[in-house]
């Protein structure tokens, strides 16, 4: 069935650093891709998505490419801020009867000051 | 203000006590769903609705019921709630699952509400 895998956390940075979270897919159709992000102590906010292959999604400095040919969606920032730790889902919508959104298992991000 | 409203957001009971987790929406939505956080396994899908009177088993479903009477409404029940119930809920809502899946609109969260079944 369709899937949706992070790399594993916890991701440590020190602010202005470079961030990659990693996030491929498996997938029987062309889903659409999202990132979701969780701050502590609250619920899952949408930061970007993507509808179709090649679209590049973005949103507060974040990016991530919908790569249909390597079934990957990686989230980037070129510039990471203290405000920016949180937990971040990587999401597939299922185009089959599933009728749900398939989550990752999540990636924390550390930002040091 | 647009929003999903869960309550509570914080319950520790005892086995075998029933209990019910509200969830209602603002945004007119038909599609609802519950979600359950645990670490390691992300978000998994409990139970969703796509649209008044019409429910379906998630990915997890044993131990909990749903209903939906209202369009804004959608309880989350566990009759008798187990230790392997202790998670983080979500409730969650969008404008359709068509549009859900075509990126047209997102799913939109509550805040969470944290079960601890002793």
């Known amino acids: 069935g369709d899937s949706v895998t992070q790399m594993e956390g916890p991701v440590t940075l020190s602010e202005e650093a470079f961030l990659t979270i990693n996030c491929t897919y498996t997938?029987?159709?062309?889903?659409?891709l999202f990132w979701y992000v969780q701050y502590p102590g609250e619920g899952l906010q949408l930061l970007l998505k993507a509808t179709k292959a090649d679209d590049k999604g973005s949103n507060k400095g974040f990016e991530a490419t919908y790569r249909k040919e390597t079934t990957s969606f990686h989230l980037e920032k070129g510039s990471v801020q203290v405000s920016d730790s949180a937990v971040y889902f990587c999401?597939?919508?299922?185009?089959?009867?599933?009728?749900?959104?398939?989550f990752g298992s999540g990636t924390r991000l550390l930002v040091r000051p | 203000e647009a929003q999903v409203t869960q309550n509570p957001r914080y319950l520790i009971t005892v086995t075998g006590k029933k209990l019910t987790v509200t969830c209602s929406q603002n945004m007119n939505h038909e599609y609802m769903s519950w979600y359950r956080q645990d670490p390691g396994l992300g978000l998994r899908q409990i139970y969703y609705s796509m649209n008044v009177e019409v429910t379906d088993k998630g990915d997890v479903p044993e131990g909990y019921k749903v209903s939906r009477k209202e369009k804004r409404n959608f309880p989350l029940i566990l009759e008798s709630p187990s230790p392997n119930q202790t998670s983080l809920y979500f409730c969650?809502?969008?404008?359709?699952?068509?549009?859900?899946?075509?990126?047209?609109?997102?799913?939109?969260f509550g805040a969470g509400s944290r079960l601890t079944v002793l």
């Open positions: 997938a029987t159709g062309y889903p659409s």
């Open positions: 969650a809502s969008s404008l359709s699952m068509a549009a859900l899946d075509s990126g047209a609109n997102v799913l939109t």
């Open positions: 999401a597939l919508s299922a185009v089959d009867s599933s009728y749900k959104l398939i």
